[in-house]
Structures are given as structure tokens and as C-alpha cells.
């Protein structure tokens, strides 16, 4: 799995304009409020992704912005369900 630098995360969001965004932990990625204002940069950001972090520490509630979270233990596979239901998909 390919390894991001906050900053690395900001300038893909800002390029790629995602649907989702999953993180593996918030520790390691940017806050999900610098990640908003990073897509809103974005020239066709139709509408807010659905963010989701794989957390490590589920106590660490000031990232409220972030749309759910994800054991750390979750399978990769699980994760790709959860976000393709979220999806609608």
C-alpha cells in the first residue's frame, strides 16, 4: 500500500477530486477540514467526498469531520464494501 505525506495527500486531493477518501490513520494525514479546503480549490468538486479514516485511536474526537471510522483491524475487502454501499454502489 502506497505511503503519503500530508502534504502529498493535499496535493492528490486538489488533482483528483475524489469521491472517497479512506486514510489509515488521522494521525498520519492532514486534518479533514485542510482536506475540504483543498478540494474546494478543485474546478469540477461537485460535492464533498465521503471521508473515512482507519483509526488506531478512536478517542481522538476533534476529527468530528470525518464521515465514519474504521477498526485498523478491518480487512481491506471490508473496507471496499463499506465504501462501495456508501457509494450506493
Request: hydrophobic share 45%.
Amino acid at each position: 500500500m502506497h505511503m503519503t505525506t500530508g502534504d502529498n495527500a493535499l496535493d492528490a486531493s486538489r488533482r483528483l477530486c475524489p469521491q472517497v477518501i479512506v486514510a489509515s490513520s488521522p494521525l498520519g494525514v492532514p486534518s479533514a477540514a485542510d482536506m475540504l479546503d483543498a478540494l474546494h480549490e478543485c474546478a469540477d468538486a461537485s460535492r464533498r467526498p465521503i471521508m473515512m479514516a482507519r483509526s488506531i485511536d478512536d478517542t481522538r474526537v476533534e476529527w468530528t469531520r470525518w464521515d465514519g471510522w474504521i477498526p485498523r483491524s478491518t480487512a481491506t475487502d471490508d473496507v471496499a464494501r463499506l465504501v462501495m454501499g456508501m457509494l450506493g454502489k
